[in-house]
């Protein structure tokens, strides 16, 4: 088994796949990649596993996790279907978007993971790697991201690697996440809401469900609700240009001069690359020893929507 300089990192292959089904199994947790971030995953059928992901991440027990499955055939017996997740599953999964639905009364996903809630997030990753590790475990993964709680996402096996060091035995390297941010999440238990922006836009949605989306609020459903998330470690400010050489400058555009403290997250103002490149790019910043950084306002259409949301929540 090939392994990485890190102990704990592994390259995939088969012998990877069994080795990573067996541990997840026996109730162990693995960091894994999708196309979003890097996840935490464990077994969402054991009491014990759901609960070390909630131990390792330091998560309040109130923020549900997302539950992901490999495809149509097992999800019935948790979660209650209808003509809206039909439509959205159809256009887009497997894909970066999270459906929340009424739980099944025979569902065997643990209380926990669900918050207590009578409704379930469910997500079909298309990562190559961690759909092949579903479709080989006869059980769903419950899988947040793989950093502690309120902190920034994961893009790759180092950064996981660098949160949690050896507490993690096995870590998964599948390359640098696609996306870069995590996914959309959509409420389908009554007029369909969006309650965390991601690539999938709004106006994506609306055009799919031909319908206008609910902007009632709505409580803790799924991850990303929280007020303080996604944070670097340092403070974020939104609008305003540095003054002083030893604060971080976040740019967008071409407009930009190449300054030593100014990262720009696309020169071509490309939004979808600005997205993949926002965790990166805030990770570089604290890593390099920045004490603040300040953020360029972003456009809010389309991606720029979901990297406002984060920066939002960020400057907490």
Known sequence: MMKKIYSNIYSFNKKTLKKTIKYLKRGNIASLPTETVYGLAGNAYSESAVKKIFKLKKRPLKNPLIIHY??????????????????????????????????????????????????????FP???????????????????????????????????????????SLIIDGGQSKFGIESTVIDLTEKPKILRPGIISSKDIKKCLNITLSKKKSIIKSPGMLKKHYSPGIPVILGKKPTNVNHAYIVFGKRFSNKTNY???????????????L????????????????????????????????LTRASK
Request: aromatic share 10%.
């Open 70 to 123: 490999f495809n149509l055939k097992n999800i019935k017996k948790d979660v209650i279907l209808n003509k809206y997740f039909f439509r959205l599953y159809k256009k887009f999964s497997p894909g970066p978007i999270t459906y929340v639905l009424k739980k099944n009364k025979e569902s065997k996903i643990k209380s926990i993971a669900t918050a207590n809630l009578s409704t379930i997030a469910i997500r």
């Open 126 to 168: 298309s990562h190559n790697i961690i759909r092949k590790i579903l479709k080989h475990a006869n059980f769903p993964l419950a899988m947040p991201s793989a950093n502690f709680s309120s902190s920034l996402s994961p893009i790759k096996a180092q950064d996981v690697f660098d949160e949690f060091k050896k507490k993690i």
């Open 263 to 277: 990262f720009n997250l696309s020169k071509k103002g490309n939004l979808k690359q600005a997205a993949a490149n």
């Open 279 to 310: 965790y990166k790019t805030m990770r570089k910043i604290k890593n390099l020893g920045y004490k603040k950084i300040f953020v360029v306002n972003m456009p809010n259409i389309g991606p720029g929507i979901a990297i406002n949301d984060r």
